[in-house]
């Protein structure tokens, strides 16, 4: 097949779809923000059917759908729920999948927190439930067998071995709740039998990795401030390979192993960032030089082995952007393929037992583009739409993303991501300055993301600072922003808008600070420490006061992290008590002048709604006279429904445009 007939076979499912608001006005608000209509789809080993999550209209919840390719692509709804949505789900065998409950769009597990385990048939019969909640979970198929292990059982890992089991753990928690030990068994999806496994391992492990064979080969403990990772010998023993405390832990973490002789850890590189290294089976050392090491980022990834031979196939992971490296020459084949046929994207090749069947489900995005999903076959050179995440997105609608780097007022290197809006315009745009939450975690990645592009359909730039402290870019970045919460971290933050201005495409008079959670809370920051820097700022979920990070008993912060991180990463609640006070919006509410959106959720349990409220009644009580607050039912640390996302940012839209007099203003 010539290559223009086969990127002709490959045209986008969403290339013909058409907007849906008047000619020349952005997208409503809700097309940014509502569940995609599909997602995650997952190949089932024999290639010859997909899984994947649906939104369901009839509830407003999603759904877990199979399609059968080779029955004229026949769809089944084999489970959802009328309370929840679908969160992780797996294929066991060809025959079955598991799947749990919980609002989870980013489709990863929830361990350790009661979201239960159903299994189904392909064809939707034979639900059972393998494991409860701690709350009654309302199916739509009221024909669900149910005689599951108690709550404080999760799902683990869900091995490719034609067993017809999975892993579950077993969580012992404290009185707080907080996780203490986790202890795993193989449960066989269809009798429910469970044995036990390695029931001679170290005491209080909470962390267990398992090999390509589905058995344990690393574990990492935790007992109060001692942290340690132990590997398990040929003998079947496990040895100590290194330790440290809840601040500086072992350096090395487990990645991978094929459950012979090939193990590779993540750790520490000369370079400052972590690499991919092989770990010698007999020594259980590390070699000297890495397998993978990323120039600037960290190496963070999956591994793809090939189920019968225990091969590793290749390895995902993110840079600037997601990548694929592939071992096995035909899957580099088959990428090069696809990747001619769908230039100028991300493109993500995914299956069970690739080299087996020779299908592969492939998720195409790109800055502009929500994920579209197709399949490739690679024996017959095929390769078609299978479907689009949000086919109400047109991406000639949609704004450019570019990242690069910048150097902070103490030369300390750190990324920015600018995403500008479509179409030209005569001289500088207003601004937004968007915050990560964490602090301690990566903010961004190249691709479609749902809040700067809502942002610059209103016509402003979005600058994404990666501040010190923020992971993914090696430990000097890392580090540099222990401590930093309102100080340092905030003047990276004003180092990258004085960058942009400099460029010539923010006019630095229209300028707004916003963000959730950390966000937030640097947002307000940013306010105080830099008065005449922005025009206004939006804090939803936001910290305000960094002693109550130690001092609220209902936040779900662990007492091991209070007593050990807190003080290392942010400060001595009494050695520190000056800059704890110094830093927070709280205590300095009366130095705050500029017009602020506060938001929060009343079940916010990771920052409760004490920081917003209180903070409130403080800039009210200093005269404050431009402070909007909303608080939401039935939310916690981040929006869960569509109506509170339009009604917030719909409120933030408003907002941004009486204070920056934005060039456009959408529909609602």
């Not at 729920?81 to 992780?88: K, M, P």
């Not at 066991?92 to 159903?118: C, F, I, P, Q």
């Not at 961004?444 to 010190?468: C, D, H, M």
């Not at 206004?536 to 936001?542: E, L, T």
Request: proline fraction near 5%; charged fraction near 25%.
């Amino acid at each position: 097949m010539s290559s223009a007939a086969f990127a002709q076979t490959a045209q986008p499912a969403a290339a013909a779809a058409g907007t849906t608001t008047a000619k020349g006005a952005p997208p409503p608000i809700a097309d940014f923000f509502r569940d995609p209509l599909m997602r995650r789809p997952k190949i089932s080993p024999d290639g010859r059917a997909v899984a994947l999550v649906v939104s369901s209209s009839e509830h407003e919840r999603s759904a877990l759908a199979v399609i059968e390719l080779d029955q004229g692509n026949r769809i089944t709804q084999v489970a959802s729920f009328t309370d929840s949505d679908i969160a992780f789900y797996a294929w066991v065998g060809n025959g079955r999948l598991v799947y749990t409950s919980g609002k989870d769009e980013a489709g990863k597990r929830r361990d350790y927190n009661a979201a239960g385990l159903w299994t189904v048939k392909r064809d939707g019969s034979e639900r059972r439930q393998l494991i409860m909640t701690r709350y009654a979970q309302a199916q739509t198929e009221s024909r669900v067998i149910s005689r599951g292990l108690p709550y404080d059982w999760f799902l683990y890992d869900v091995p490719d071995d034609d067993s017809g089991e999975v892993i579950v753990g077993y969580g012992r928690y404290d009185a707080r709740w907080d996780l203490k030990s986790v202890q795993l068994a193989r449960l066989n999806v269809e009798t429910q039998q469970r044995r036990m496994l390695e029931t001679k391992s170290p005491d209080k492990a909470v962390n267990w990795e398992m090999d390509a064979a589905g058995e344990p080969w690393a574990l990492q403990t935790l007992d109060e401030n001692r942290e340690a990772l132990y590997f398990k010998t040929a003998d079947g023993t496990w040895q100590l390979a290194q330790e440290g405390d809840w601040v500086h832990s072992p350096t090395a973490r487990p990645f991978a192993s094929d459950g012979r002789d090939l193990r590779l850890v993540i750790d520490k590189s000369a370079a400052g960032t972590q690499a991919l290294y092989r770990v010698d089976p007999r020594t259980l050392k590390k070699e000297a030089e890495p397998l993978v090491s990323l120039a600037g980022f960290d190496f963070y990834g999956v591994p793809v082995f090939d189920t019968e031979s225990r091969r590793l196939l290749g390895l995902h992971f993110v840079s600037d952007a997601p990548t694929t490296h592939w071992f096995d020459p035909t899957l580099k084949v088959m990428q090069a393929t696809v990747d001619q046929a769908l230039p100028g994207r991300v493109n993500t090749l995914s299956c069970q037992r690739c080299l087996k069947s020779g299908r592969v489900m492939v998720t195409s995005q790109a800055d502009t583009q929500p994920s579209e999903y197709f399949l490739y076959d690679h024996a017959a050179k095929q390769l078609r739409a299978f479907g689009s995440a949000r086919p109400w997105i047109r991406a000639a609608d949609m704004a450019q993303v570019e990242q690069t780097r910048i150097r902070a007022r103490d030369g300390l290197e750190f990324p920015v991501t600018v995403t500008t809006p479509a179409g030209k315009v005569e001289g500088p745009r207003p601004a937004v300055v968007l915050v990560h939450g964490g602090p301690f975690a990566r903010g961004t990645t190249w691709g479609w993301n749902s809040l700067p592009q809502f942002l610059a359909s209103r016509g402003y730039v979005v600058i994404e600072p990666e501040f010190r402290g923020s992971d993914g870019y090696g430990e000097p970045l890392f580090k540099a922003g222990w401590r930093q919460w309102g100080e340092g971290m905030i003047d990276d933050l004003s180092d990258s808008l004085a960058w942009a201005v400099k460029q010539g495409w923010v006019d630095a008079k229209r300028v707004c600070i916003a963000g959730a959670s950390y966000g937030g809370y640097a947002a307000m920051m940013g306010l105080i420490k830099d008065p005449g820097q922005y025009r206004c700022g939006v804090s939803w979920a936001g910290v305000t006061d960094l002693d109550y990070l130690f001092s609220l008993d209902w936040s779900d912060e662990s007492e091991a992290g209070k007593r050990y991180g807190l003080p290392a990463l942010v400060g001595d609640r009494v050695k520190d008590a000056e800059m704890l006070r110094r830093t927070s919006p709280l205590r300095r509410a009366a130095d705050l002048k500029a017009p602020v959106l506060i938001a929060h959720g009343y079940d916010d349990h990771r920052v409760p709604i004490d920081h917003a409220s209180d903070f409130r009644r403080a800039l009210e009580k200093s005269g404050h006279k431009d402070v909007e607050y909303v608080a939401y039912e039935g939310e916690g640390h981040g929006w869960r429904k569509l109506s509170t996302d339009v009604d917030f940012y719909g409120r933030m839209e408003r907002f941004l445009a009486k204070h920056l007099v934005a060039p456009t203003s959408g529909a609602h």
